[in-house]
């Protein structure tokens, strides 16, 4: 079972193992920046997503890749509910996922567990956990699962590029708004002691997010014991945040949005979907799959 302290450590030994037998895919990139509304989006260029989004359709139809996992990128056992493995098609490096052990739909409201499971590996290293709530809002597998990558995403700037606009948020209580962020969504502060203690820590953060999802309108749950989502979100926290956003959309015209794109970093195919970036700037393309006020 999980040894705190460990994790990172457990990582590394299974990323080299994992590369060693090819079973890892990590995608080649080349990143740039592109300013829009005080926000430095870290944009990567992914010359093999086309091939990685076919492989990820196949699997959606046909298979769940995590019952069972492959054992060549199992990293460790977090507790009787969740395990840790690598994505294999990772874009980020030491990118990890943490998946219930037993099928739990990617649709299902997260749990004490959940929460148990990434504030046990936040406290191992810095990072940023985010959770794809449906198709969409970016989910390839139905099967339930949080995902973290290390910090800082890029060598300047802010750890988290959005971050650059948490300064301006008004609160209400534990609840907040980003005047920039022109689309709905909320946010609280989290404390350090989130991650010292995490079984109490989750405790805690499950109540703010259920009081999250109430405050963008997606508290009529759904299923007879109200264990489905209303609608589509993402959710992301850091040890020190969490911001929760409903989706309308997965895509903007042909580029994918998940809730990477929200912490304001975004993956495009080629030199077109580039340009169209460029043209439209990052925070329409947040917007335009995000919900607003008008609809």
Not at 145 to 172: D, Y
Not at 192 to 198: G, I, L, S
Not at 208 to 214: I, N, P
Not at 240 to 259: D, G, K, T
Request: hydrophobic share 40%; net charge neutral.
């Amino acid at each position: 079972m999980f040894e705190p302290g460990t994790l990172w450590l457990k990582v590394l030994d299974r990323t080299e193992k994992a590369l060693k037998t090819d079973t890892l895919r990590p995608i080649s990139t080349k990143s740039t920046f592109i300013h829009d509304r005080g926000v430095d989006f870290l944009v990567r260029i992914v010359s093999s997503l086309a091939r990685k989004s076919e492989e990820r359709k196949d699997n959606k139809r046909t298979t769940n890749p995590f019952l069972p996992y492959d054992k060549n990128v199992f990293v460790t056992d977090i507790s009787d509910t969740h395990v840790c493995l690598l994505n294999k098609f990772n874009v980020i490096d030491h990118h990890i996922l943490l998946v219930t052990r037993s099928f739990e739909d990617q649709e299902s409201i997260l749990t004490l567990q959940d929460f148990e499971a990434i504030l046990m590996c936040m406290a191992e290293f810095d990072g940023l956990a985010f959770y794809n709530g449906g198709e969409i809002a970016g989910a390839s597998q139905r099967h339930k699962h949080l995902q973290m990558i290390p910090l800082p995403m890029a060598n300047k700037g802010p750890k988290v590029p959005i971050e650059s606009l948490l300064t301006s948020a008004r609160f209400e209580g534990n609840l907040g708004v980003i005047p920039d962020l022109p689309f709905i969504h909320t946010l609280t502060r989290l404390v350090p002691a989130f991650t010292e203690a995490p079984q109490n820590g989750a405790k805690a953060a499950l109540k703010l997010y259920r009081a999250m999802l109430y405050e963008v309108g997606l508290n009529s749950l759904s299923a007879p014991d109200g264990s489905r989502q209303s609608g589509p979100y993402n959710l992301l926290f850091t040890g020190e945040w969490m911001l929760l956003v409903p989706r309308s959309e997965e895509f903007f015209e042909s580029i994918s949005i998940n809730a990477l794109g929200f912490a304001g970093a975004l993956l495009v195919k080629n030199e077109r979907q580039m340009q169209l970036l460029k043209d439209m700037g990052g925070m329409t393309v947040l917007k335009r799959t995000a919900l607003t006020e008008s609809k």
